[in-house]
């Protein structure tokens, strides 16, 4: 089991509310990942991080912001949820010499009504 | 256009019978692959990995193969479990990724029936 964990793991919340989806690791990993699912799809990075103060934007675009102040923490927030957000997010963590193996969160199921 | 493509979408089969999960990819160049099994509500967890060179591996009852030549990969489940109910997922990493970067299969929805 890893040591990656996400809160909440399920929120429901109205339109255009700001929200913080927590996630921490004790395992040391430099790197971090956020990624988005939906039903079905396969999962698609949204945002990373090399280490403190490092956050890039991944593939997908996304209207959430990350930051990354310190090493066990990578917090996703998005300013103004809306219906479109409503997803599951997935937090992932990587050693830096074995950025192939990533240990996944629990994920948080986000509703936005 | 996805890179990495699995079949079946879904499957259902009963206790005790065994299945075979397919996976073909274009990542190139080709680094790994990995089966992930994700439990609903859940994060994934990884079953096997294989780089290029290797082309089976095996992960209790859980056997994954690999053709790089083809780009093929295939995750066979012997004696299924009720407990073996969830998404399999097909993931590529590429070698000239120095991030990370993860391809992932769409999965394949698993479910076993007493």
């Known amino acids: 089991e890893a040591d990656i964990y996400q809160t909440p793991r399920y929120l429901v919340i109205g339109t255009g509310k700001k929200i913080t989806l927590e996630c921490s690791q004790t395992m040391g990993h430099d790197k971090m990942y956020w990624y988005q699912q939906d039903p079905g799809m396969e999962l698609h ?3 990373y991080s090399y280490g403190v103060n490092s956050t890039e934007k991944g593939d997908l675009s996304s209207e959430s912001t990350v930051s990354r102040i310190r090493t066990e923490h990578f917090p996703l927030t998005l300013e103004s949820a809306r219906p479109s957000h409503t997803s599951q997010y997935l937090c992932a963590s990587s050693e830096w010499d074995h950025p192939k ?3 996944f969160g629990p994920g948080t199921r986000l509703l936005v009504l | 256009k996805n890179q990495v493509e699995q079949s079946p979408q879904s499957l259902i089969i009963l206790e005790g019978k065994n299945c075979t999960l397919q996976c073909n990819y274009t ?3 080709f680094s ?9 509500g859940r994060g994934p967890v990884s079953l096997t990995i294989m780089t290029f060179s290797e082309n089976t591996k095996s992960n209790g009852r859980y056997t994954a193969t690999l053709d ?3 780009k093929q990969s295939s995750l066979h489940i012997t004696a299924s479990q009720l407990s073996d109910s969830a998404s399999y997922i097909c993931v590529v990493t590429d070698r000239g990724s ?4 993860l391809y992932f299969g769409r999965g394949t929805q698993l479910t076993v029936w007493p």
């Open chain 1, 45 to 47: 990075l949204i945002h």
């Open chain 1, 101 to 103: 193996t990533q240990y």
């Open chain 2, 27 to 29: 990542v190139s160049p």
């Open chain 2, 32 to 40: 790994n692959l990995r089966w992930y099994k994700q439990d609903t």
């Open chain 2, 68 to 70: 790089a030549d083809t």
């Open chain 2, 98 to 101: 120095t991030l990370g970067r």
